[in-house]
Structure formats: C-alpha cells, structure tokens
C-alpha cells in the first residue's frame, strides 16, 4: 500500500482523507447554498471595504466643500455631496468601516457571553440551571428598544457603549440556544467516560462539550451580526448612537438626511440602500451557514439527502475493495 499527498491507493481506489471543517463548511455553501455564498461576498465586500477605507475613499469623510452644498451625483462626486459638500460615497466607505467594526465585536461580545452562560447552564444544570434561565427568562421580558435607549441615554453615545450595550443584551438572549446544545452534547458517551477518569471540570467544558457545540455557535455569530448592525443604525437614528461627524449609516439617515429629503434624495437614499444590502447578504450567509450546519440536515434529511447517501455508498465500496484485497478496514 504506497501513500501520495493526501490520498491512499488501495486496489486501485483512492481514499480521501477528510477535509478540515472550516473548508468543508465553505466548499459546501459555495457547492449548495448559492444565496448565502452571494450574502457571504456581500461580508466580505464590506470586510474588505472597512480595511482599505482610507485607500478607497476620494475624499475624507470630513473633508467640506461648501461650494458643493446639495450637489447632485456627478464625475466629482459620484454619489452626490451632503448640505455640507462631503463627498457621500468617502462617507459611506468609512460608514462601512464603523458597521464592520460594531457587528464583528459585538457578535463576538453576545457569543462570548452566550457560550459562557449557556456552558454553566447546560452542563451543570440542577439549581444552577433554574437560576440562570429564570434570571434569561425576567431578561427577555424587558423590551429590547426601551432597555438599549434607557441604557445609552445614561453611558451617552459612542461607538464602545453601543457594543458594550449590545453584546450582552443579545448574549443573555441567546444564552438558551446554547445551552441547548451542550444538555445534548454531555450525554455523550466519551463525556461520562471523561468523568469516570476524573477529568475536571474545565477540561471537559474546553476540550469535549465547547468543540462539540460550535455549529450553533457559529450561526448565532453570524445572525448576531446582522442584528447589532441594524440595531446600531436605529439607534443612531434616534441620536442615542455614534455621534456625528462620525459617518455612521443610521446617523446619516437621520436629522439631515431627512430634512434634505425632497431637496437631495441621495442622502438618504445611498446610506439606506447600503444598509439594507449588508444586512441583507449577512442574513442570507447565516440562512446558509444554518442549513449547512444543521445536524437533521446534515444526517440524510431534506435536500441533502441524496449526497449523504451517495458518499455512504463510495465509503462502502472502498471498504468493500479493502476486505478483496485482503486488507482489514
């Protein structure tokens, strides 16, 4: 039996040695999935668009020319001047930057916070699980648009108070998803053999349940982001977010953007549609990223029935020519 690069000959049959998982999930979105690979080049447009904002950008997103009040798209300005001559398209780039940054580190607050929660409640459950989710249930309850602006009304407004605000609030909320997962995952059997040998605690939580429950993690990151976004746009809307002359698209959308309406539609309409577009391919690449990761999909269900079949079949028949060849599987 001789090896080459990745593949082992046996009979004349090539056995693939499984991919890893990231490349795995991304090869089956691109192959299955074709509204979340196109929401996933809307991410990845605004990822690389907040990055390389001061390389794009033709013109600083504070940068006036009152000569230019109100003027509409035209080659100097291809998506119209505000009623202070800022270049609207430089401030819908760095408008990107500032949603990257909100979305990426408050997702990233609510999954930490989610996952920290939902591991203690899940895997020790008893009194410890009654406490945790009655403390999620009374957090639920509070209306979610009152409890931010009370919040922001008291911290003020900025771009770090909306992601301390905002990662917890939908962290807490999200806590039961979690939790979900790891009351399935400790029922395992390599778990309790873990326990029997006298593994800790933390070793267990890190190194068996936490890998285990990571598709729905990284779905609740994904949908996380199109949310605090969004949230962040109304918040900004109302005055209780990033405050000017930062170019956030919600702020844009407010106070000028509606008094110009009649006179400079493109003010509101550039920051609205971008917003829109994000949110959008974000929601499409957590659809995606969901139905991939689904275990009752994934397990010969649905649409994916037929290829989960098919590779059960090319597995059978390598194990077949093993067993003629005289090699034991």
């Not at 950008?57 to 940068?63: C, F, I, L, T, V």
């Not at 053999?193 to 729905?216: C, D, F, K, Q, Y």
């Not at 509606?258 to 957590?286: E, F, K, Q, T």
């Amino acid at each position: 039996m001789a090896e080459t690069g990745r593949t082992t000959a046996v009979a004349g049959v090539k056995e693939v040695k499984p991919r890893n998982f990231f490349v795995d999930m991304l090869v089956r979105l691109v192959k299955e999935k074709p509204l979340g690979t196109f929401g996933g080049v809307i991410v990845l447009v605004l990822f690389l668009t907040g990055i390389f904002a001061n390389v794009l950008a033709p013109y600083g997103y504070n940068e006036m020319n009152l000569s230019l009040r109100l003027a509409p798209p035209s080659p100097q300005n291809i998506l119209g001047a505000d009623h202070l001559g800022r270049d609207m398209l430089s401030r819908i780039i760095y408008g990107a930057r500032i949603s990257m940054i909100i979305g990426l580190a408050g997702s990233i607050t609510s999954v930490i916070v989610a996952v920290f929660l939902g591991l203690i409640s899940g895997y020790l459950g008893g009194k410890t699980d009654i406490i945790i989710q009655r403390f999620v249930d009374a957090w639920m309850c509070i209306p979610p648009l009152f409890f931010l602006l009370t919040v922001m009304s008291i911290l003020g407004p900025g771009m770090w108070q909306i992601i301390m605000v905002l990662g917890p609030f939908y962290g807490v909320a999200n806590t039961r998803i979690v939790r979900s997962a790891v009351i399935s995952v400790k029922q395992n059997m390599y778990v309790e053999a873990s326990r029997a040998i006298g593994a800790p605690t933390r070793t267990i939580l890190i190194r068996h349940i936490l890998p285990n429950v990571m598709a729905p993690v990284i779905v609740l990151f994904t949908v996380n982001m199109g949310t605090v976004i969004l949230i962040e746009a109304t918040l900004s809307f109302l005055g209780f977010g990033i405050p000017p002359p930062i170019p956030a698209w919600g702020g844009m959308l407010s106070e000028s953007g509606r008094r110009y309406l009649l006179l400079a539609p493109w003010m509101a309409l550039w920051p609205g549609l971008a917003l829109s577009v994000v949110v959008y391919g974000i929601n499409m690449l957590g659809d995606g990223v969901r139905d991939i990761l689904d275990p009752r999909l994934r397990g010969g269900l649905g649409r994916y029935a037929g290829a989960e079949k098919k590779r059960a079949q090319r597995l059978e028949k390598v194990r077949e020519d093993k067993e003629k060849a005289g090699i034991s599987a």
